[in-house]
C-alpha cells in the first residue's frame, strides 16, 4: 500500500506562484511514475505532469509547459509542482497520484493508470 498526501495549495493572485508537495509513504519501487493532476467543478480529472522515477523522464500538458515544474526529492520521499505565472484558469483541486510500475508514456495522461491518489489540495487563482 502506497499513502499520499498534498499539501501547498492556496489563494494566489495571477501571475503569482505556489509550490505544491505530496509525501509518499508506503512500499514503492524504483521505477514508479508520479504525477499532478487537476479538476475543477464540474470538469473532467486532467493531467497535469509526470515523473518517471530512474531516469524515466518528466512529462507535461501543454497548457501548464513553461510555467509548471515537476520534480522528486527521494530523501524526503517528496513529489513536487512548481506552478509559476498562474492564471485564473489554473483553479482546481490539485490530486497527486502514484503508480508502482513506469507507466508507458502513452498513458501517463490517462487517470485509471494511476493506483494510488491523494486527497487532494485546492488552488485558486484570483484577483
Not at 30 to 50: L, S
Amino acid at each position: 500500500q502506497v499513502q499520499l498526501v498534498e499539501s501547498g495549495g492556496g489563494l494566489v493572485q495571477p501571475g503569482g506562484s505556489l509550490r505544491l508537495s505530496c509525501v509518499v509513504s508506503g512500499r514503492t519501487s524504483t521505477f514508479a511514475t508520479m504525477g499532478w493532476f487537476r479538476q475543477a467543478p464540474g470538469k473532467e480529472r486532467e493531467f497535469v505532469a509526470a515523473f518517471r522515477a530512474n531516469g524515466g523522464g518528466t512529462y507535461y500538458a501543454d497548457s501548464v509547459k513553461g510555467r509548471f515544474t515537476i520534480s522528486r526529492d527521494n530523501a524526503k520521499s517528496t513529489l513536487y509542482l512548481q506552478m509559476d505565472n498562474l492564471r485564473p484558469e489554473d483553479t482546481a483541486t490539485y490530486l497527486c497520484a502514484f503508480d508502482n510500475s513506469r507507466l508507458i508514456v502513452s498513458s501517463l495522461w490517462t487517470a485509471e493508470q494511476y493506483d494510488y491518489w491523494g486527497q487532494g489540495t485546492q488552488v485558486t487563482v484570483s484577483s
